[in-house]
């Protein structure tokens, strides 16, 4: 079993920054591909990005381009999520997710491993 903690969440303003960082403590994440999703109210969880298992790969949605990057720090053993430019519409419980099978896809079922989310709200 892969238990993953997200940390860095927390109440930004428009055009600020965040950093999100996964991290689990028994098992390497360069094992999987991790993607962060993120669902706000009333609506579903989608992926916001995805490294693979090598970090050679990463992808992003088209509303977080340029201005979200995704990247991995095998030596801490975490994913970390830097979010830029943040607009309100980036408010959400944000959370990473491990696929075992490094298939990067957009379904949330794709991933068996998960976190418990952490809050991001961007206000003024």
């Known amino acids: 079993q892969l238990q993953l903690v997200e940390s860095g969440g927390g109440l930004a303003q428009p055009g600020g920054s965040l950093r999100l960082s996964c991290a689990t403590s028994r098992r390497s994440l360069s094992e999987y591909a991790i993607g962060w999703f993120r669902q706000a109210p009333a609506k579903e969880r989608v992926l916001v990005s995805c490294?693979?298992?090598?970090?050679?790969?990463?992808d992003y949605a088209d509303s977080v381009k340029g201005r979200f990057t995704i990247s991995r720090d095998d030596a801490k053993n975490t994913v970390d999520l830097q979010m830029n430019r943040l607009k309100p519409e980036d408010t959400a419980v944000y959370y990473c997710?491990?696929?075992?099978?490094?298939?990067?896809?957009?379904?949330?079922?794709?991933?068996?491993?998960w976190g418990q989310g952490t809050q991001v709200t961007v206000s003024s």
């Open positions: 490294i693979s298992s090598s970090g050679l790969s990463t």
């Open positions: 997710a491990a696929d075992y099978y490094n298939r990067c896809g957009v379904e949330a079922e794709m991933y068996a491993f």
